[in-house]
């Protein structure tokens, strides 16, 4: 029951807690918005395919827990610690952008493009693993089953330029 829930429960969370962060920062900064939405949104997938490189395929107990997606790509896996440590990343990405900029709004508004790019990056994982996704994501999906058969390219999931910038990109030809 708790193991069904969990995803989407995830989703719930993640969701409101960037509708919070935008709800507080809109009325005082919506120019700042604009800028630190998409800013939040490229931290976060940068963090997906680094934290995807390096601890989920190095030598970590988050690595056996990914080899356990790597096994059997169809299910769904969700722990207490994957639950959690989100919200862990995000708590210390608010911290480090109010050190920066002083200003807790828009340290507000990066988290809040993080947690949509992050519950946009599972959606989307569980989207490419599935029989019924449309035919347009063939290729990312292809790409990203390449990453399954070849562990040391194509990191990125939600977003695969990431592979080009660090020269891990495998395309259908390799
Ligand atoms: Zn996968
Ligand atoms: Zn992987």
Same mark, same amino acid.
């Given at each position: ?60 107990? =988050? !690595?056996?827990? +990914? &080899? *356990? %997606? @790597? /096994?059997? $790509? ?11 440590a989100p919200f862990f990343f995000w708590a210390c990405a608010w911290l480090i952008v109010v050190a920066v900029t002083a200003s807790p709004p828009a340290a507000g508004v990066v988290v809040a ?7 946009w990056f599972r959606f989307f994982h569980r989207v490419l693993h599935a029989p019924w996704r449309p035919?347009?994501?063939?290729? =990312? !999906?292809?790409? +990203? &089953? *390449? %990453? @399954? /058969?070849? $562990? ?23």
């Amino acid at each position: 029951m708790i193991a069904r829930i969990a995803s989407p429960l995830h989703h719930a969370v993640t969701l409101a807690l960037a509708a919070m962060l935008l709800g507080h920062a809109l009325p005082q900064a919506s120019a700042v918005v604009l800028f630190a939405l998409p800013v939040g949104w490229l931290v976060g997938s940068f963090a997906e395919y680094t934290i995807h490189r390096f601890l989920m395929h190095g030598r970590t107990p =988050a !690595a056996r827990e +990914h &080899a *356990r %997606h @790597h /096994a059997r $790509p169809d299910a769904e896996q969700i722990d207490l610690r994957s639950w959690c440590a989100p919200f862990f990343f995000w708590a210390c990405a608010w911290l480090i952008v109010v050190a920066v900029t002083a200003s807790p709004p828009a340290a507000g508004v990066v988290v809040a493009g993080g947690c949509l790019q992050y519950s946009w990056f599972r959606f989307f994982h569980r989207v490419l693993h599935a029989p019924w996704r449309p035919r347009w994501l063939d290729g =990312a !999906a292809a790409f +990203h &089953a *390449r %990453h @399954h /058969a070849h $562990p040391r390219s194509n990191f990125g999931v939600s977003a695969r330029f990431w592979d080009r910038v660090f020269g891990t990109w495998r395309g259908s030809g390799a």
